[in-house]
């Protein structure tokens, strides 16, 4: 099993950066891939953006050319870099890891509020 820590988060005006962060404990053998989803009110939780073992990053189109994730593997955490914030971007944002053969874990979420 591994557990998941966030930090950053909170609250931006629009055009306004805010950095996420996503520390991993435990199996961190068993990672296949870690990254962000966001869930907005009324909406589906959606893929914001991950990273694989080989280091290849995948984002959502809503967030490409704005959002940048990177890893540092001796500390076990993503980094989530949200540059040009739109409200739209407003949501919780939780810490996801796949694992190699089964399965996945989540974090417990923390809010992004875009506003002016």
């Known amino acids: 099993q591994v557990q998941l820590v966030e930090s950053g988060g909170g609250a931006a005006q629009p055009g306004g950066s805010l950095r996420l962060s996503c520390s991993a404990s435990?199996?961190?053998?068993?990672?296949?891939?870690m990254g962000w989803y966001r869930q907005a009110p009324g909406n589906p939780r959606e893929l914001v953006a991950d990273?694989?073992?080989?280091?290849?990053?995948n984002y959502a189109v809503s967030v490409k050319g704005r959002f940048t994730l990177s890893r540092d593997n001796a500390k076990n955490t993503v980094y989530l870099q949200m540059n040009s914030l739109k409200p739209e971007d407003t949501a919780v944002y939780l810490c996801?890891?796949?694992?190699?053969?089964?399965?996945?874990?989540w974090g417990q979420g923390t809010q992004v509020t875009v506003s002016s």
């Open positions: 990273i694989n073992s080989a280091g290849s990053t």
């Open positions: 996801n890891v796949r694992y190699k053969f089964y399965g996945q874990a």
């Open positions: 435990g199996r961190i053998s068993s990672i296949s891939a």
